[in-house]
């Protein structure tokens, strides 16, 4: 399938789109999920279009990597989590809904199941609170 440059996230790179910006550097970009499946769940984009992880080439596999890491490292800090959860799905059969490329770190709370997959919109205000925060541990 053809990468299609409307998708949400594409919005989003061009700033056509708002988010909630946690880190940005040349190569990528990392904002909260607006319909986080715990607090503090976080996107890692590459800005380079590729669909799915056949689409990644390695710099942009390597930067996404590389941001995921820092993002994760912040997120620790900021949610005092037990635990985080990596995600990547490619595919609608795999359980992609958004066909731009993303990292998804997801901060595991002791004893706090997962909340739904793409469901449930977050308070804008709080997100935008928890951004700012992540922003300021990343200096970005
Ligand atoms: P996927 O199913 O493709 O792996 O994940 C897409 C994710 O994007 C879901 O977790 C969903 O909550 C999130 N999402 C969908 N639309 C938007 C949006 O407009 N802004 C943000 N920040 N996240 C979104």
Known sequence: MAYDSNNIFARILRGEAPCHRVYEDTATLAFLDVM????????VLPKAAAENLFELDDEAAAAVMRTGKR????????????????????????????????????????????????RGMADGALLAEQAARLRTLLGS
């Open 71 to 118: 993002v994760a490292l912040a997120l620790r800090e900021a949610f005092r989590p037990d635990g985080l959860t990596v995600m990547q799905f490619n595919g609608a059969d795999a359980g992609q809904t958004v066909f731009h490329f993303h990292l998804h770190l997801v901060p595991r709370y002791a004893g706090q199941p997962l909340r739904s997959h793409g």
């Open 36 to 43: 986080p499946q715990s607090d503090g769940h976080t996107l």
